[in-house]
C-alpha cells in the first residue's frame, strides 16, 4: 500500500507558475512510477505527465509539454510537478498516481494502482 498527499495548489492568474508536491509513504517509492493526472469539473480525469521509477523518462500530454515538468526526488519520497505559464484551461483538481507495473509509461488513469485525493489548481484571466 501507498499513501499519497498532494500540496502546492492554489488560486493564480493566467501566466504564473505553481509548483505541486506529492509525498509517498508507505512502500519503497522508487518502486514506482509515478503521474499527475488532472480533473476539471464535468469532464473526464485526464493524464498530465508521468515519471519512471529508476530511469526518470518522462512523458507529457501535447496540452502541457512545455510548460510543465515532472520530476521526483526519491530520497524524499516525493514527486513534483512544476507548472509555468498557466492558462485558465488548466484550472482542475490535481492528482498524483503510483504505478507498480514497470513495462512502459502509463497514459490512463487504469495504469495506476494508487491515488491521492487531489489538490485544487485555479488559474483566472
Known amino acids: 500500500q501507498v499513501q499519497l498527499v498532494e500540496s502546492g495548489g492554489g488560486l493564480v492568474q493566467a501566466g504564473s507558475s505553481l509548483r505541486l508536491s506529492c509525498a509517498a509513504s508507505?512502500?519503497?517509492?522508487?518502486?514506482?512510477?509515478m503521474g499527475w493526472f488532472r480533473q476539471a469539473p464535468g469532464k473526464e480525469r485526464e493524464f498530465v505527465a508521468a515519471?519512471?521509477?529508476?530511469?526518470?523518462?518522462?512523458k507529457y500530454a501535447d496540452s502541457v509539454k512545455g510548460r510543465f515538468t515532472i520530476s521526483r526526488d526519491n530520497a524524499k519520497n516525493t514527486v513534483y510537478l512544476q507548472m509555468n505559464s498557466l492558462k485558465p484551461e488548466d484550472t482542475a483538481v490535481y492528482y498524483c498516481?503510483?504505478?507498480?507495473?514497470?513495462?512502459?509509461?502509463?497514459?490512463?488513469?487504469?495504469?495506476?494502482?494508487?491515488w491521492g485525493q487531489g489538490t485544487q489548481v485555479t488559474v483566472s484571466s
Open positions: 498516481a503510483a504505478r507498480s507495473v514497470s513495462r512502459f509509461i502509463a497514459t490512463t488513469t487504469g495504469g495506476y494502482d494508487y
Open positions: 508507505g512502500r519503497t517509492f522508487r518502486n514506482y512510477d
Open positions: 515519471i519512471t521509477r529508476s530511469d526518470s523518462l518522462t
